[in-house]
């Protein structure tokens, strides 16, 4: 059994995709039967793989390719937080997917590869080795450069060479660290407290240089600045590949990246004994004010959004630098509370896009009277990106700011009150327009939107207010997360 | 070891049978195709189990008869020859088969299967056999019939493309049999071990130098590879398929064996390899970002992975296994072939192959494209294909090593392969405004099954690379 349960989550996307690809366009029904049914079945083996970790249980399949090197896939507390993401939101996103390309060109290709994608993020969460990390992440650059181009017009193309050259050049970093680090240690298996023994004393150097390039290639992907100039030009992409993109797989797998690499590679400790720890902290803090700064100048919609995303990741790798278990546990819950956050956002814009046309801040006067289920799920996803209780992003930024207190680095209460206002000037207007001002004359008439685009994102919305208010439970994302970090920080 | 006797012997039988039977050249090319593939097989798992072994044909062993030794290495040659052929065969005879109306096509109907069956003969020669003079007889055959592939469409840009590649394939062989002489005369003997012995004395390094500028000649190896792109473009697409990805490995193999046998000496030799190599990749990958046409970029995109192969060779001594150079070798013959099938496909259907032009059409060979893009992944050495393994290899030697500016050329060269496979895959990601309502997507086709099986075995085979390096181990040693 120990090897059915990572195959069996791997196949439930990898699997239908090449009968997706292969399938005419015209196939609406059974191509829409197969993916929910996949996407149903992933959710529930993702549910009895956590409820099987919760209990100690272990699972590893390995494969070896090459002496000293082996793909493995393992399911640890830190996998299942990826996965229990990525499962729920590919369902919902899956719905709401099927709805938005509703008589579009290419169905077949775009969700084959929406399937493929899906499937890199599932390896991603259950690497159990840096090599096997890295196979799935390349794979993940492959599976979602034909969803961003998908549109394809000129500008979808400009911004798919972009998203290539960024990705592709990272992963090429990536990759030279990797074999460096394996030339140096072997085999890097995941291991929480790291795997390097006693080389970061015999090897300083040649160790901080390999964590810079592991660092920057993970980085790309996650957005850091100046890793970030891919991200809003993505935003051409049709809207559930956007949602996507920001609240599961890339720019969530470059964070879960840089968890992997500090925690179960180098060992937190390790990192700040390096002196590596600070410079990303720094590199952190940078990007959540730049993400905010440029998020304030944008009026088009979904590219301020994509701003927003590159400074709200920044907090998991500010809660993965800040040594302090509190810090963490407020990091690891963003993981979770950013993606239902920014999904909410995003399937709400392509809403507010698909009914009536608005795709700009400046447009969006009176959509609350327009659009009121919508734009309920965009407010709740806003205020909890700025942090308003009881919201999951509230409890997010608690944690990592009495984690700053903890880490003896009080600069980040600082740091995170000046995120927040930034957030709520970018937020608020927007909230400020919808609700309290008129729709415009002449509005663009009304387009039904139906209820596989209306659901998830109140589904999603409802889900950010959960994580907010039941952060106490056992099964919440913040009770996952501190079993997490109680493994970390022993 | 009769399986080394029959794999040299059946297909010049074979060849012979489909010449003097025309009309059924189809049926025995595809028959000996097949026992080919079974024989390579068989002696996968015969050098697997036994480990490596000499034999002579007819029991006649040297000096007087012709001596085949199989180790690991000439094992998966030999099964790379038979993957890959079984793949354009199967698409050439489903090409046969439509082709079987226009009379105009006859001639290329029947002339394939003695060419293509000749071509695996000598292929299965060169890589079983054991001394220098033995591979100069199979370079020989082999060099006539890529002649024969190339000018087998018949235009007349292939016309002159396949005289430039006999003149070139003639000079090369001058070389190679002035080399082999000269070591005869050196050494007094011809065998392939005589390559260590060579490399100690003044003359022995000269008739080294001559081998190595012959095979480099016919590797298409940079700046000798000035016959090899339009040769490869202007000939039909199970010829190119077979020339890119087969024939020009005939030259790296011979060139493998000699630096495995010549040892530490020879280090001039190697550095020029390795110069030649790194020059290769970034002309043939500056030639690809630039070319026109598809079936250009192909051609151009060999000369750089050959590039690749001979810095892997000429690399041996700065920590590279050679066991990488073996690796990158199959998964470029498997990708390649399965590019150059994808390509030909692609060009049927639009009626040209241009690539500033792929994506304003309404028509749409998915599969072919598909094909194209799974091969591209392979030659860009992207997890999880062969090509990554033997990148992986690579690199984790010359860092071990601490030859960090040959890192540099490898990372380099890898970021501009991908830059030229781009300028196609992302023409092909075409849609929204550019396809008409009416796009058609032509039927599936067993030559796309052909392309798409040969793209996705070089990307499994990532993944199952323990085997091949567990072949690899069996040496003869």
Known sequence: MTEFLPLAILMTSLGIAPAILAMPDRWTRVRTAVNLAAASVKVALVAWLSLSVAQ????????????????????????????????????????????????????????????????????????????????????????????????????????????????????????????????????????????????????????????????????????QVPLHGWLPLSMVAPAPVSALLHAVAVVKA??????????????????????????????????????????????????????????????????????????????????????????????AAGNFAEGRGVKTVSGMD????????????????????????????????????????????????????????????????????????????????????????ALPPAVTAALVLAAGLLANAPFSPLGWTRFIVSLEYL | MTEATLLVTLPFLAALAAAAHPRAAARWGGAATLANAVLAALLVQDVLADGAGATGIGGWTAPLGIALAADGLAALMVAMTALVGAGVALHAADWSLRAAADARRTRLRTGFWPLWLTTMGAMNALFLSGDLFNLYVAFEILGLTAVGLTALSG?????????????????????????????????????????????????????????????????????????????????????????????????????????????????????????????????????????????MLVAHSTVAQVGLMALALGLSEDGVPWQAAALLMLSHALAKAAMFLAVGRIAEELGHDRISGLNREDLRPGAAEFAFAIAAISLIGLPPSAGFVGKWLMMEGLIDGGAWPWVAVVLAGTALSAAYLARVVSRCLRGGPHVAPGARRPPWRTGDVAALGLAAAALALGLGSALPLALLERTLT
């Open chain 1, 254 to 347: 470059g964070a879960f990246g840089i968890m992997r690499i500090v925690y179960d590679v180098y060992g937190v400790e390790t990192v700040a004994a390096l002196g590596l720890a600070t410079p990303l902290v720094a590199v952190a803090a940078v990007t959540i004010l730049w993400g905010s700064f440029r998020a304030l100048a944008q009026d088009d919609l979904k590219t301020r959004l994509a701003y927003s995303t590159v400074s709200q990741v920044s907090y998991i790798t500010l809660g993965v630098a800040l040594v302090s278990p509190v810090a963490a546990v407020g990091g690891l819950a963003h993981l979770i509370h950013q993606g239902i956050m920014k999904i909410t956002l995003f399937l």
């Open chain 2, 155 to 295: 235009g007349r840009t292939a016309l002159r493309a396949a005289f430039d590649y006999l003149g070139a394939g003639l000079a090369g062989s001058l070389l190679l049999l002035l080399g082999v002489a000269l070591a005869y005369a050196a050494a007094g003997r011809v065998d392939l071990a005589v390559a260590g012995t060579l490399a100690g004395t003044v003359e022995g390094r000269i008739a080294l130098a001559l081998v190595l500028a012959g095979l480099a000649v016919k590797a298409a190896l940079f700046p000798l590879h000035f016959w090899m792109p339009a040769a490869h473009a202007s000939a039909t697409p199970a010829a190119s398929a077979l020339l890119s990805a087969l024939v020009v490995k005939a030259a790296l193999y011979v060139a493998l064996r000699l630096s495995l046998e010549a040892g530490a000496g020879a280090g001039t030799l190697r550095a020029a390899l390795a110069a030649a190599g790194a020059a290769a990749m970034f002309w043939g990958a500056w030639h690809a970002l630039r070319a026109e046409r598809l079936k």
């Open chain 1, 56 to 223: 100690g249980a272990e699972y590893a399949v390995t494969l070896a390719v090459a002496p000293g090197l082996a793909l493995e896939l393992r399911a640890d507390a830190l996998s299942v937080l990826f996965l229990a993401l990525s499962a729920v939101l590919w369902l919902l996103t899956t719905i709401y997917a099927v709805g938005y390309l509703e008589g579009g060109t290419d169905r077949s290709r775009f969700f084959g590869f929406f399937s493929l994608c899906v499937a890199a993020t599932v390896g991603i969460a259950m690497a159990g080795n840096l090599f096997t990390f890295l196979v799935f992440f390349e794979f993940l650059t492959l599976a979602t450069w034909p969803l961003v181009v998908h549109r394809g017009t000129a500008e979808a193309h400009r911004a798919g060479r972009v998203y290539l050259a960024y990705t592709l050049g990272g992963g090429l970093a990536l990759t030279l660290g990797t074999v460096w680090l394996h030339a140096l240690a072997g085999d890097v298996p995941f291991v929480p407290t790291g795997v390097l023994g006693d080389l970061p004393q015999s090897h300083p150097l040649t160790l901080s240089a390999i964590f810079v390039l592991l660092i920057a290639g993970v980085g790309v992907k996650a957005a």
């Open chain 1, 366 to 453: 009176g959509m609350g009277r327009l659009m009121p289920g919508a734009m309920a799920a965009f407010t709740v996803g806003a205020l909890g990106m700025i942090g308003v209780p009881p919201l999951a992003g509230f409890v997010s930024k608690w944690y990592l700011g009495a984690g700053g207190l903890d880490a003896g680095q009080p600069a980040v209460v600082a740091l995170l009150a000046g995120s927040s206002l930034l957030n709520a000037a970018y937020f608020l207007p927007i909230l400020h327009r919808a609700w309290f001002r008129d729709p415009p004359e002449g509005a663009a008439p009304r387009r039904r939107i139906g209820w596989m685009l």
